[in-house]
């Protein structure tokens, strides 16, 4: 076995010894006695060098008459001290500040002490610089005594770590109080495949100082250079919420080189000061949301939903399922999912019920464009609450069948608002999409459709009905987010469809947490959900690559393909007749949207024909006729080739697949 192997296992035997209990005992019994004993040869030999330093001359015979006497004293008030404040019972692994404040005040007073004994038995042979200097020299000895087993130890470790295979050489952003307490996590952790070079921080007051023995190397903008040097391939980031602008530009500054990136929990600030590598997670898109998280007052969606009978259409779909979680949370009377799809649906209320026992959940397969089948379930299940998410969504597929959009998201929509308004419920909620406004897309216009359909029925119904438009959410069935992830893990390339590009995007339980509040709240007849700022996609593809430890255009190419059929440029959340507008609560936007045409219903009669004949054509025309402001795109020229390097790009690219 080779030196560094028997090395590290008697480490790994001591380790398992304090496990298990073995050396505490052994340490009880006689581990403060050999303390004791290195103490007091040390506290003789410091003495003794005093007083060698001092008469450097030679010593005078006075004074080598009464050293030994002087020494067996200040043995013996040393070792009083270190007994009395508990040091002579030590973690060699375990010590810290504190016990270093302990030993300091242990020597001090012990100092004092011995300083009146001098003065009293010593004061004519023994100078009391002789005392001063034996302060220095002991608080040192001891101090080597206690710390450097711990320091040797923690460098043992740290070059093991080093030079592990799988090593990964480390960085951490932040040398505030979380990186602190990271960093000595992994100190302490053998198995840690992070090899920390250093630390980066912007504050000024923290460069070139030292943080658990490792470095502060520089400031956040000297990421690029410092990595090139050190050869980092993980960065952590230990920046307790760091704001959405932080880390894009954190990527950027790394989107040249080839690391991977982990954050602490945004949660740090209620972990009670403790975090450990464990709680360490990738960076994911949601990081780069330019906005500010949105907090939830939970009493207040329980007041609204607890103890009622809820339906949620669409209930398998991403925003569907999400709105059921969150309402199945707060103890409603009974729970109706609605959805085509049996396979999702089953899985669903599988998992709902065994996470909500208590809750009534019904599952029920039905297609929404049928009438009967929607006005047996109101009869059935009687819902006050009914939130319609059920709809195509998918833009391209939508406009190569412009009939299936029409009969499932217009007339289906109508199907349900009808069995809302027959049975009684009280409110009728419509998840709508920015693609309703100024629509290019046929399902852009069926959403717009669908929301004037629901205000049509609104003026003749006691139900109360809203609309509640938002854009994109990440990680939705079909979103840009999971199509970019599938293909970086493919290897690229990473196709993106314009350079020109943006998009809204929201996460999905708070774009549902907005939604119930907007659509149980009472509010108004459209409510609009404050998205941000709009997200330029040629970044966000590039920051997905990054964030994987990839570089984009070099490691994974992105590939420009061309705006689709119905896709525009950018997305609005409201048209010009609409921008009266009144923010009624955080997020949360309400708007009043011109009426629908007196002949509403002779026009939506046609649509009807012309979707069940499957009249392409004829289905346009008539949502032009209903719609004005429906401008069906015109599309460019195909395009494919390669984005150039990235930081050539000023603009962002379209999103490749959408939802409402």
Same mark, same amino acid.
């Given at each position: 076995? #080779?030196?560094?192997?028997?090395?590290?296992?008697?480490?790994?035997?001591?380790?398992?010894?304090?496990?298990?209990?073995? %050396?505490?005992?052994?340490?009880?019994?006689?581990?403060?006695?050999?303390?004791?004993?290195?103490?007091?040869?040390?506290?003789?030999?410091?003495?003794?060098?005093? =007083?060698?330093?001092?008469?450097?001359?030679?010593?005078?015979?006075?004074?080598?008459? %009464?050293?030994?006497?002087?020494?067996?004293?200040?043995?013996?008030?040393?070792?009083?001290?270190?007994?009395?404040?508990?040091?002579?019972?030590?973690?060699?692994?375990?010590?810290?500040?504190?016990?270093?404040?302990?030993?300091?005040?242990? +020597?001090?007073?012990?100092?004092?002490?011995?300083?009146?004994? &001098?003065?009293?038995?010593?004061?004519?042979?023994?100078?009391?610089?002789?005392?001063?200097?034996?302060?220095?020299?002991? =608080?040192?000895?001891?101090?080597?005594?206690?710390?450097?087993?711990?320091?040797?130890?923690?460098?043992?470790?740290?070059?093991?770590?080093?030079?592990?295979?799988?090593?990964? $050489?480390?960085?951490?952003?932040?040398?505030? +109080?979380?990186?602190?307490?990271?960093?000595?996590?992994?100190?302490?952790?053998?198995?840690?495949?992070?090899?920390?070079?250093?630390?980066?921080?912007?504050?000024?007051?923290?460069?070139?100082?030292?943080?658990?023995?490792?470095?502060?190397?520089?400031?956040?903008?000297?990421?690029?250079?410092?990595? $090139? #040097?050190?050869?980092?391939?993980?960065?952590?980031?230990?920046?307790?919420?760091?704001?959405?602008?932080?880390? &894009?530009?954190?990527?950027?500054?790394?989107?040249?080189?080839?690391?991977?990136?982990?954050?602490?929990?945004?949660?740090?600030?209620?972990?009670?000061?403790?975090?450990?590598?464990?709680?360490?997670?990738?960076?994911?898109?949601?990081?780069?949301?330019?906005?500010?998280?949105?907090?939830?007052?939970?009493?207040?969606?329980? &007041?609204?939903?607890?103890? &009622?009978?809820?339906?949620?259409?669409?209930?398998?779909?991403?925003?569907?399922?999400?709105?059921?979680?969150?309402?199945?949370?707060?103890?409603?009377?009974?729970?109706?999912?609605?959805?085509?799809?049996?396979?999702?649906?089953?899985?669903?209320?599988?998992?709902?019920?065994?996470?909500?026992?208590?809750?009534?959940?019904?599952?029920?397969?039905?297609?929404?464009?049928?009438?009967?089948?929607?006005?047996?379930?109101?009869?059935?299940?009687?819902?006050?609450?009914?939130?319609?998410?059920?709809?195509?969504?998918?833009?391209?597929?939508?406009?190569?069948?412009?009939?299936?959009?029409? @009969?499932?998201?217009?007339?289906?929509?109508?199907?349900?608002?009808?069995?809302?308004?027959?049975?009684?419920?009280?409110?009728?909620?419509?998840? +709508?999409?920015? #693609?309703?406004? #100024?629509?290019?897309?046929?399902?852009?216009?069926?959403?717009?459709?669908?929301?004037?359909?629901?205000?049509?029925?609104?003026?003749?119904?006691?139900?109360?009905?809203?609309?509640?438009?938002?854009?994109?959410?990440?990680?939705?069935?079909?979103?840009?987010?999971?199509?970019?992830?599938?293909?970086?893990?493919?290897?690229?390339?990473?196709?993106?469809?314009?350079?020109?590009?943006?998009?809204?995007?929201?996460?999905?339980?708070?774009?549902?947490?907005?939604?119930?509040?907007?659509?149980?709240?009472?509010?108004?007849?459209?409510?609009?959900?404050?998205?941000?700022?709009?997200?330029?996609?040629?970044?966000?593809?590039?920051?997905?690559?990054?964030?994987?430890?990839?570089?984009?255009?070099?490691?994974?190419?992105?590939?420009?393909?061309?705006?689709?059929?119905?896709?525009?440029?950018?997305?609005?959340?409201?048209?010009?007749?609409?921008?009266?507008?009144?923010?009624?609560?955080?997020?949360?936007?309400?708007?009043?949207?011109?009426?629908?045409?007196?002949?509403?219903?002779?026009?939506? @009669?046609?649509?009807?024909?012309?979707?069940? %004949?499957?009249?392409?054509?004829?289905?346009?025309?008539?949502?032009?006729?209903?719609?004005?402001?429906?401008?069906?795109?015109?599309?460019?020229?195909?395009?494919?080739?390669?984005?150039?390097?990235?930081?050539?790009?000023?603009?962002?690219?379209?999103?490749?697949?959408?939802?409402?």
């Amino acid at each position: 076995m #080779k030196h560094g192997q028997k090395v590290d296992a008697l480490v790994m035997d001591v380790e398992s010894q304090e496990a298990s209990g073995e %050396a505490p005992r052994r340490a009880h019994r006689f581990g403060w006695l050999r303390m004791l004993g290195v103490d007091a040869v040390l506290i003789a030999c410091s003495l003794r060098f005093a =007083t060698v330093l001092h008469f450097a001359d030679g010593m005078p015979a006075a004074c080598r008459q %009464a050293l030994p006497l002087a020494m067996a004293l200040l043995v013996a008030v040393r070792l009083v001290t270190l007994v009395w404040l508990g040091l002579h019972r030590w973690s060699f692994h375990r010590s810290g500040i504190h016990e270093a404040v302990r030993l300091e005040l242990a +020597s001090l007073a012990a100092t004092i002490v011995f300083e009146l004994l &001098r003065t009293i038995f010593f004061a004519e042979v023994l100078p009391g610089q002789v005392v001063a200097l034996e302060f220095f020299v002991t =608080t040192t000895l001891l101090g080597f005594h206690r710390f450097a087993p711990r320091m040797a130890r923690q460098w043992y470790m740290d070059q093991q770590r080093a030079r592990a295979q799988g090593s990964q $050489r480390t960085l951490i952003v932040g040398a505030g +109080s979380a990186g602190d307490l990271l960093l000595r996590d992994l100190l302490r952790d053998r198995t840690s495949p992070w090899h920390v070079i250093g630390l980066v921080d912007d504050d000024p007051g923290k460069q070139g100082t030292f943080l658990n023995g490792k470095p502060v190397l520089g400031v956040l903008d000297a990421l690029p250079e410092l990595m $090139r #040097k050190h050869r980092v391939t993980q960065v952590l980031i230990a920046i307790p919420r760091l704001s959405p602008e932080r880390t &894009r530009h954190l990527l950027s500054l790394c989107r040249h080189q080839s690391v991977s990136f982990k954050i602490i929990p945004a949660s740090f600030a209620y972990l009670d000061q403790k975090i450990t590598a464990a709680m360490l997670h990738d960076l994911s898109p949601e990081h780069l949301l330019p906005r500010d998280a949105i907090a939830f007052d939970h009493e207040e969606v329980h &007041r609204l939903v607890t103890g &009622r009978r809820i339906l949620v259409t669409g209930g398998a779909g991403s925003i569907g399922s999400e709105i059921v979680r969150q309402v199945a949370g707060h103890s409603p009377a009974s729970l109706v999912v609605v959805d085509i799809n049996e396979n999702e649906l089953y899985l669903l209320v599988r998992q709902l019920q065994s996470r909500y026992p208590n809750v009534p959940v019904h599952s029920v397969v039905a297609d929404i464009r049928d009438l009967d089948r929607m006005m047996r379930i109101g009869v059935e299940f009687a819902p006050q609450y009914v939130f319609h998410a059920a709809a195509h969504k998918h833009v391209p597929l939508m406009e190569d069948s412009p009939e299936e959009a029409i @009969k499932n998201n217009v007339f289906g929509t109508q199907n349900v608002a009808r069995m809302a308004d027959a049975c009684g419920a009280e409110r009728f909620i419509l998840i +709508s999409t920015d #693609k309703a406004v #100024k629509p290019s897309s046929v399902m852009g216009a069926s959403k717009r459709l669908a929301e004037m359909v629901i205000r049509d029925i609104a003026t003749t119904s006691r139900t109360t009905f809203c609309a509640v438009r938002f854009g994109n959410v990440l990680g939705s069935a079909g979103s840009v987010v999971p199509l970019f992830k599938q293909q970086i893990q493919a290897g690229g390339p990473v196709t993106v469809t314009h350079p020109d590009c943006t998009r809204y995007f929201m996460i999905i339980p708070e774009a549902v947490g907005l939604v119930v509040l907007a659509g149980l709240g009472g509010y108004g007849e459209l409510c609009i959900l404050d998205m941000g700022e709009p997200v330029r996609i040629a970044e966000l593809a590039a920051n997905m690559i990054t964030m994987t430890g990839l570089v984009p255009d070099k490691d994974i190419p992105i590939v420009y393909t061309g705006l689709r059929p119905g896709e525009k440029l950018e997305e609005v959340l409201m048209s010009e007749e609409e921008e009266l507008t009144q923010q009624v609560r955080n997020r949360i936007k309400v708007a009043r949207s011109p009426a629908p045409p007196a002949d509403f219903q002779l026009q939506l @009669k046609r649509l009807d024909r012309a979707a069940r %004949a499957g009249d392409v054509h004829d289905v346009k025309r008539a949502l032009q006729d209903l719609l004005p402001a429906y401008t069906p795109s015109k599309m460019p020229g195909p395009v494919a080739k390669v984005l150039p390097a990235f930081p050539a790009v000023k603009a962002s690219t379209a999103e490749q697949n959408v939802s409402a």
